[in-house]
């Protein structure tokens, strides 16, 4: 078995895209820059315009910050992929990659969770809504979020650091991302699967819990409320945060 260490890595990205590429590179381009303008707009106008700053909107553009740290970690390598067929990476700026990949997708849980408390307390306890959500407890959560997605990412960069990869240096993605860097590896990857194990706990079942018992009980909510114009205007707060969740 060949043991040379490894310290660059090959991406592959699309295969037998020839004749495509330029379309692809174009495509890609496009939607890249119309998620940087979304994005960029969504956090302008939060930041300049008194009507958008309750918690909802706040809370909007940190994920709208989120989204341009993740699209802006991942598309211009991309890119680079699809222009080349194919690009290396040093094994420092692919684990940095990986890194400032998992810290976004780890906090985007943790804010979505925290975006639907917030609409639990504006539909199920309004009177008291103003008093709990305050500027002190936004600024608070949304540091927590982050805080988490810096805290939970690193573990698996450390633990990258001390494999040893060896044969195969071709990563068939168009980033870093973990599991094919597992799949590289000649080293012992049984601690790193079972740190993945953990922190899909915090990270995926219990969010994914709270955020369902959150929406149930503001539809039951909602279904209570006797007068149709009430029903009316609860479900169009809650779809006016559907709908800017997706646009971000």
């Keep these: ?59 909007l553009s940190h994920l709208s910050l989120n989204d341009l740290l993740l699209s802006t970690t991942i598309v211009p390598e991309m890119l680079q992929v699809i222009l080349r067929e194919g690009s290396s990476i040093s094994r420092a700026g692919c684990f940095t990659q990986l890194y400032f ?33 305050d500027l002190k407890l936004c600024v608070l959560l949304a540091t927590f979020s982050w805080v988490c997605g810096l805290v939970f990412a690193f573990p698996h960069i450390v633990l990258l650091y001390k494999m040893t990869f060896c044969e195969s240096n071709t990563i068939n993605h168009f980033y870093c991302d973990l599991p094919p860097l597992l799949r590289l590896s000649c080293s012992d990857i049984s601690v790193s ?51 800017a969740i997706v646009m971000s």
């Excluded at 998992?102 to 103003?130: F, G, H, K, Q, W």
């Excluded at 079942?205 to 205007?233: C, D, E, H, W």
Aim: net charge positive.
């Design 193 to 243: 699967k079972t740190v993945s194990v953990f922190e899909s706990i915090p990270l995926v079942f219990l969010p994914f819990i709270f955020i369902s018992m959150s929406y149930i009980n503001i539809i039951v909510a909602i279904l209570r409320i006797s007068t149709s114009a009430g029903r009316q205007k609860a479900f169009s707060t809650c779809t006016k945060k559907v709908a």
């Design 101 to 133: 990949f998992s810290v976004p997708i780890v906090n985007e849980c943790l804010l979505l969770t925290v975006m639907s408390y917030d609409r639990y307390l504006a539909i199920c306890n309004p009177l008291r809504y103003s008093s709990i959500m």
């Design 1 to 59: 078995m060949n043991k040379t260490t490894i310290d660059e890595f090959w991406l592959l990205g699309f295969e037998n895209i020839h004749g495509l590429k330029i379309m692809l590179f174009l495509l890609f381009l496009i939607i890249y820059m119309l998620t940087l303008f979304a994005n960029f707009t969504i956090i302008s106008f939060v930041s300049i315009s008194h009507h958008m700053n309750s918690p909802m909107y706040f809370f």
